[in-house]
């Protein structure tokens, strides 16, 4: 059984951090990544890791955000600094599988006070 299990989440002040973990099981990921939902919005994709360490990052977070992930414990981190009250959202970790298949985790909510 596939599991994603994000921690981290939780109430900052603006300009503060926060760094999300991603516990992942049960597979192997080709690209493992964070997304994020914001009030009234649709998902969207912050950043994303392949298995080799070629990063991205979506250009709002680029110089903020910084993703990581160590392939012997199957984890993907996401440290955020300088946050910004419009970062608040319910962040996913996903992981898309050699099969073409995407996982997702039950999703951390971030709350970014101005």
């Known amino acids: 059984q596939v599991q994603l299990v994000e921690s981290g989440g939780g109430l900052v002040q603006a300009g503060g951090s926060l760094r999300l973990s991603c516990a992942a099981s049960?597979?192997?990921?080709?690209?493992m990544g964070w997304y994020r939902q914001r009030p009234g919005k649709q998902r969207e994709w912050v950043a994303g890791?392949?298995?080799?360490?070629?990063?991205n990052y979506q250009d709002s977070v680029k110089g903020r955000f910084t993703i990581s992930r160590d392939n012997v414990k199957n984890t993907v981190d996401l440290q955020m600094n300088s946050l910004k009250p419009e970062d608040t959202a319910v962040y996913y970790c996903?992981?898309?599988?050699?099969?073409?298949?995407?996982?997702w985790g039950q999703g951390t909510q971030v709350t970014v006070s101005s």
């Open positions: 996903n992981g898309l599988g050699y099969d073409g298949i995407n996982y």
């Open positions: 049960g597979s192997i990921f080709n690209v």
């Open positions: 890791t392949t298995r080799g360490g070629t990063t």
